[in-house]
Each structure stands twice: as structure tokens, then as C-alpha cells.
């Protein structure tokens, strides 16, 4: 679905990301993990057009993104769920996942929504609510909803943990779960090592901005200590 080559991207003069090659297939998890700094944000913003490319390719359903902007990129069906979840805190849940929808008919948004509702069934208890007054990890389903409505064939997650309590970090990853088996192709960028390495089907780890390790889920399973001794977590002997 999803293909990176000698991929580069970064900020004026500055290089965040250099020489990466990353797939993302539909149906499977990609876990995209490395320390703070690493080039994780960089690189899903730098797919949805949001931040420069500067070198290699990006390939998305046999087609070549270069020079396309995000709202191209999201018809084609790209989407993320932004590092801090970005829902516009004034607008109530319903209205937030209208906006996701924008690229899409009527007719598309409200069945998508249905979809969306059942997949998160706290968001239709709470569909006249305003997004700001939403409990944390609300806010996460929200933001992975929102990306929804565009009816992706990716979706790119940046943080799906970060300060969620446990059982929300379990719906969502739940909700994660379902769309692979929907055959969506997801790019997951997650600080939890051992939630993303429960659910991945491949493993990439980013060091200052290049690939410093890479593996199938279930070889980096098996030793989820050397998967933590790139990230800079091993604890001392
Ligand atoms: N707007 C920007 N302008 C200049 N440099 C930036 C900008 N955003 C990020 N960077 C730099 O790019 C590098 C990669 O940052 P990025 O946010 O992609 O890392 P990350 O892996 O997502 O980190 P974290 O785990 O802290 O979210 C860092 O050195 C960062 O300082
Ligand atoms: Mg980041």
C-alpha cells in the first residue's frame, strides 16, 4: 500500500529523516519506534504531505505522491491521527468527525459515521459533548475517528498511548485491531514498546532520523529487550 525509499525529509537546511525505506501493507500493522527526536512525527507528517520530503520516493497504491499536498493525499486515502490529537476543542464530537469527512459526500460521511460510532460506542454517547471537555483518551478515539471519515486505506497514528489510562489504551488498540482485520493498512508510531510489539506485524526502529533496526512482529517478539536497547529504555545492570 505504502512505500518508502531512500525516503528524506526535514525543515529548511535541517535533515530529520535520511535514507529510509519503509512499507506499510494493507491489513497489517507497521510499528514505527524510536527515541524522542528520532524523525517518527517527521516521517507520517512528511506521508501526509505536511511536512517537506526531501529525497527518495513515497509510493501509495501504485502511485507516486511526489508534490502532492494533504488534501490530495487524504482523497487517496491517506489519513492520521496527529501527535496531541489536534480535535478542535470548540466543536462537539459529531461536528469534529464532520470535518474528517470533508473530501467525502453526504451520503459517505453519515454511513462512515455509523461506522466510526460503532467502532467507538463512547463517541455516540457523547456526539452533542464539545471535544475539548472530552476525557483523554475520548479525545484519541475521536482523533482516530475524525481520520476515519475520510475512509482511508491508511491510517497513521502518531502516539496512540501516550497518557491514556491502560483500559483506554485497550479500546483503542482494540479499535486498531478491527480496521487491520478491515484491511486497512496502519502506520503506528508508539512510545509503548511492549503494546506496539503485542499488536505489530513489522518492527522499525528509528534512530536520529535512520533505521536502526528492523524485523517481523514476531521475530521482535522474541526479544523485546533489544527492540528497548535502541530506544534508549534498556534499564542498567
Ligand atoms: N518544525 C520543525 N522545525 C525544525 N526542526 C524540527 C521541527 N519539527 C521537528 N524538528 C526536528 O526534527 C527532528 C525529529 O523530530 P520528530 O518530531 O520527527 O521526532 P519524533 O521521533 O516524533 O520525537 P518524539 O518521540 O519526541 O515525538 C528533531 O531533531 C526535531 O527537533
Ligand atoms: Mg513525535
Redo the contacts with the bound molecule.
Sequence with gaps: MLELRGFACGYGLIRAVDGLDLTAPEGMITALLGP?GAG???TIMAIAGQVQAQAGSVRFAGADLAGLGPAARTRLGIALAP?GRRIFPDLTVGENLLVGGYTRSSAESRATEESVLALFPRLRDRHRQRAGTLSGGEQQMLAIGRALMAGPRLLMV??LSLGLMPAMVDQCFGALLDLRRRGIAILL?EQNTHRALEVADHVTVLVSGRKAYEADGAQARQDPALVDSFLGMKEPA
Design positions: 524522542n517518527k512525527t517527521s501527535e502518531d502516539e508510531v
